[in-house]
């Protein structure tokens, strides 16, 4: 696609539900990064992907968030017993390769109640 | 550690020229990136930096200076469509990942 897209955009959560956020990345992109916004800082990272290896995860907050990206194109951030601190916009970016500029998609925000 | 400051809200006018400032200090360094971000919208793209200097794209430029850990944003002709927070990002080439560290973000208001 032209960007890359992200879905659901607004995820209403009652806490200790599971979540699964959705990203397509720009096609042909090998890199694939979450990032977790709170509201008035910057994205922190989550985790990293090249092709469908999760070459890092050190951002990741708990045990309770995972990430995939299993054929090397769309990836998925599961978030599971949702927690209130876990209210956040999740941004996903992708580059061409390693060290490219990365291209943000629109995010999905999650408000956990 | 890793830190990066700039300042969390700034005031121009429409035409006007601003400068955002950004001071780094982290563990490592490989380039230098800014990002604007409209409310509830995606970051996108404006400029790498990772030799010292001037670069201009446009109303927008921005400056590194390795050696003291510093960079700017320079907007001119300001419109109200810039009206945005402005990023600072640092390339961070430790490990395996080429993560990217942002820092809070400066807000920019325009007014006419």
Redesign the interface.
């Known amino acids: 696609g032209a960007g890359?897209s992200q879905s659901p955009r607004y995820k209403v959560a009652k806490r200790g539900q599971d979540v699964a956020l959705r990203c397509d990345p720009i096609s042909g992109h090998v890199?694939l990064?979450w990032?977790q916004q709170a509201l008035?800082?910057?994205?922190?990272?989550l985790t990293?992907f090249q092709n469908e290896a999760q070459?890092?995860k050190?951002g990741l907050p708990s045990d309770r968030f995972f990430a995939e990206r299993p054929e090397g194109s769309v990836s998925t951030l599961k978030i599971q017993r949702t927690q209130q601190e876990d209210s956040a916009v999740y941004?996903c970016a992708s580059s061409q390769g390693?060290?490219e500029?990365?291209?943000?998609?629109?995010?999905t925000r999650l408000l956990v109640l | 550690g890793q830190n990066i400051d700039q300042p969390t809200e700034m005031t121009a006018t429409e035409g006007a020229i601003v400068q955002i400032n950004c001071t780094y200090q982290t563990s490592g360094f490989n380039g230098l990136f800014w990002y604007q971000q409209h409310a509830g919208e995606a970051p996108t793209f404006l400029s790498y930096n990772v030799l010292d200097g001037l670069e201009e794209k446009g109303r927008f430029s921005s400056f590194l200076s390795r050696s003291k850990g510093y960079s700017y944003l320079l907007l001119k002709e300001l419109q109200m469509k810039d009206s945005a927070s402005y990023l600072c990002a640092v390339r961070d080439p430790r490990g395996s990942a080429s993560k990217i560290i942002f820092g809070s973000g400066t807000r920019l208001s325009i007014r006419p």
């Open positions: 890359v890199s990064f990032y008035g800082q910057g994205p922190e990272f990293y070459l890092d050190s941004l390693f060290g500029t990365q291209y943000f998609g629109p995010g």
